[in-house]
């Protein structure tokens, strides 16, 4: 077929491109070389011959012949992005992996993490010991000085160093951590190589530390330590603009900076990781499909869509707070099964005590403490309905043995008849009764359908002698010392047993 | 750099190659023969007037526009028809007539108009031919219709290489500006733009020199970003309003230097359009040069009268680099043709996969995502592409294909779906 218009073309190559960031990378080699000497050497040889060889052995597999130059400069990332404690070995294997996922992922521009970051995590999985290690507070062997600002020891060194000092030694490279981004002026010159020539849009690094440096704002006393160590300023400049796995429109790549912004805080913060930048860029990576799908361009001559952008900020903010929900909640594993939380937190609120459960008759009944004090009991269990259906509920009885709420869970009844045991008025009215209530036909029945709320009322009341013949002792004793303890109702549990299951007929 | 004043969104800036803006307008000689066609235009094709063996004047109708949407076509030379034959215009089914030219320049009566009112200059247009110049050559008098505030001349010429809006720019300075004022006083029009790309200052320096006379024309002084000569992309720099598909909506008319010359000497002399403006340019050409050229001009005639370099050419264009199509050595010009390029053997770039940099996306003048066409032509997914993302806004500028630096056929994936999409409806 022959070639359709346009018959020239630019003059930027997708190999002039990885050139240029291959450029831009050589002052933070430069600048790792100086201050860490044959240690930077190795690891940098080692990554990037690693990464070179197996992109030429997937080349092979794959017949392609066309060589881009992306596996060096995957190379030569992951290996800036190593502390200088890590030996040649594992920063090889480190780009065989990232390599490798590449490949594996389809190819240049198919894959959906970041080579170089998921080598990276690799490493810090299966090398923890060098990838972790923090040796002593004096800063002279050690990983990175971000878990040391995290856990203490930041105003020790400030206060050996000299303020001025310090500083000095963050800017000019003196300093800790990934053997790339030891200077900030380095990385800073091949930002504005970059940005020069066109390779990444410039607002990328701004908006991503911007993000980072306003969240730190609230939770640390000096927010811009934590943009400038931990990997932040070399991830801004040349993980987080790596085109392949960032959004192409202009404003999905800002909305996937704030987000990966929001993750690497969000893990910093609370999570044991000393920092987030490699879990915190993953993540974002993970979300750019959603972000390509709903930030498209305003077409010509049509409105913009607003209405994906809000359904994106809605789908964003549900994976952030979920993931802030599931980082900070930590009662949630000793919630028993079967229980519905919603209703025990309405009835009890939060902050509950579990002991062991009591299966009676049928019924589950979870004995609730708060703070040492038996507050009641959660009940789950159902009961007969008007036909074969069953009605499930769920019952909060308190320590006076009285309803402290109910909920029906399920129910199969007949449609406006039994099914009204559902509204939320017929269930509120049963709040306060006690076994000894009478049946009332004309509040508590419903026209035609009687059976249903009878039936109900009757293992109510039943429940209810049980729950007076298990707890009795114990709810009477907290009154008075308040020191009632689980053992001794154990100690009585068959006897009541068999003295509620007679009782329990008689009612029938 | 980074605060380029913002005319339009997008757009790149091709190297500029303007061998040619220095060479003044020359006519080429006569020819013996001459082959029209009778597909010009978009729309429909005209129907042939005149049969083999027929005696033609010059100026005189041969294709005849039965519907609204179609335009006349003249004889540009007096002579004998020899031969009609049926050919295969881009996917169209339409006629060439050959027409041999005896020299003796007999001419046909020409038109004159009879009364300044829209209904008469309108069907004077209509039947001189006239149509769009620039190169999508729409019928001119279907623009000249209802009420029309706003006159806006396309002087941009944002495609590398060609040079023929800026000669006649250059050339029919006070030819142009009294073919505004004669549209503005039959429609009453009030304002009346000018805009020309910065990089043509002579051709700026002549229109402002000779727009001072008009209170309510202006030249507007435009950013060299291509594709500014669109239509939609000229009116949102100009009047800053979007328009969706014909610039009546807002009550403007747009119409090429090139265009406003044609009406100027049809309302003055009733000349149809027999001829137009050529840019003969590119690597492969000994002496490039600004043409007037009849319409029917074989091609071959024309690279023998400004020489081939034979070595160096590797492929003949019609228009201009960026939307242009390739054309053979016996393809004959037209009215849309502004432009004839022998491109040397350009090395491109070896094909890579995309990278999804999203250079095309940000060039994009319309706001699409060019990247996604091509994903969607690989899978044969062609019913989304308008679906999903709106194809058919597409201005086929061809802005995607040249910024991407892994040289994705992108423009290739765009034809397809478009073809589908058209198939589909059908």
Known sequence: MTKIAPYISSENTTQNLMIEVGIALLPCTAVSIYFYGIIAVKILLSTVMFSFFTEIFWKKIKKDRIHDGSGIIIGLILGLSLPSTTPFYVAGIGGVIAISSKHIFGGLGKNIFNPAILGRLFLMILFPMYLYQVNNFDGTAGVSLYPMIKYGGLSKIIGDLGESMFYRDIILGNRLGSIGESSIIAVFLGYVYLVCRKSIRWEGPIILLGTIYALNSFASPMPFLNIVIGGGLFASVFIATDPVTSPYTRSGYGFYLVLMGIFIFGIKQFTSQPSGITMGVLGANLMVPIINKYTPNRVFAKSYPYVKLVKLILISSLVVTGGFYTLTYKHEDKIPKGINYTNLRKYFGSNVEFEEKIIEDGFIYYPLKKDGIDIGTYIVGDSKGYGKGRVGFDLAVDTEHKIKGLTITHEKETWRLGDQISSSYWQDQWIGRDSNYKFNKEIDGFVGATYTSKNLHRTFKKILKIHEGLFDKVYSGIDGAGGATYTEKSDTDENIDIEIDGVGGATD | ?426
Do not use: W
């Open chain 2, 1 to 426: 750099m980074f605060f380029k004043p913002i005319f339009f969104r997008g757009g790149i800036h091709p190297k500029e190659k303007e061998i040619t803006s220095d060479k003044k307008i020359e006519k080429m000689p006569e020819l013996g023969t001459y082959r029209v066609t009778t597909l010009q235009h978009i729309g429909m094709p005209a129907v042939v007037m005149v049969k083999v063996g027929d005696q033609v004047k010059k100026y005189q109708k041969i294709g005849k526009a039965e519907v609204k949407f179609s335009a006349f076509i003249h004889s540009p030379c007096s002579g004998k028809v020899t031969q009609i034959k049926k050919i295969n215009i881009r996917g169209y089914e339409a006629e060439e007539i050959t027409i041999e030219n005896d020299f003796l320049g007999e001419e046909f009566k020409r038109e004159k108009l009879q009364s300044f009112t829209p209904e008469k200059f309108q069907e004077l247009v209509d039947n001189l031919g006239i149509v769009g110049l620039g190169g999508a050559t729409f019928p001119t008098h279907i623009k000249l219709e209802g009420k029309l505030k706003t006159i806006i001349i396309n002087g941009v010429e944002c495609e590398p290489y060609l040079n023929a809006d800026n000669r006649v720019m250059i050339e029919s300075t006070d030819e142009i500006l009294e073919g505004i004022k004669i549209l503005m006083t039959i429609f009453e029009m009030e304002e009346g733009i000018i805009g020309i790309e910065e990089n043509k200052e002579k051709a700026i320096e002549k229109m402002e020199e000779a727009v001072k006379e008009y209170p309510r024309i202006r030249v507007q002084k435009l950013p060299t970003i291509y594709p500014q000569g669109g239509e939609k992309q000229l009116i949102k720099a100009l009047l800053k309003k979007e328009i969706k598909s014909f610039p009546r909506e807002i009550e403007t008319i747009t119409l090429n230097v090139g265009t406003i010359l044609a009406i100027y000497r049809g309302v003055t002399s009733g000349t149809p359009i027999v001829e137009r403006i050529v840019t003969v340019s590119g690597e492969g050409i000994k002496n490039p040069k600004n043409l007037s050229i009849p319409i029917g001009t074989p091609i071959e005639n024309i690279l023998d009268y400004v020489g081939l370099r034979k070595d160096t050419v590797d492929k003949i264009i019609a228009c201009g680099p960026m939307m242009g199509h390739e054309i053979g050595e016996t393809d004959v010009t037209t009215k849309g043709m502004n432009g004839i390029l022998a491109l040397g053997k350009e090395k491109f770039p070896p094909k890579l996969p995309c990278i999804k940099c999203g250079r095309c996306v940000d060039v994009c003048p319309m706001g699409l995502l060019p990247l996604e066409y091509d994903r969607l032509a690989k899978k044969g997914k062609y019913h989304q592409m308008e679906k999903e993302f709106s194809l058919s806004s597409c201005i086929k500028c061809g802005s995607c294909e040249y910024i991407c630096p892994s040289q994705v056929p992108l423009m290739e994936a765009i034809f397809l779906g478009l073809e589908k999409e058209r198939d589909r409806n059908d």
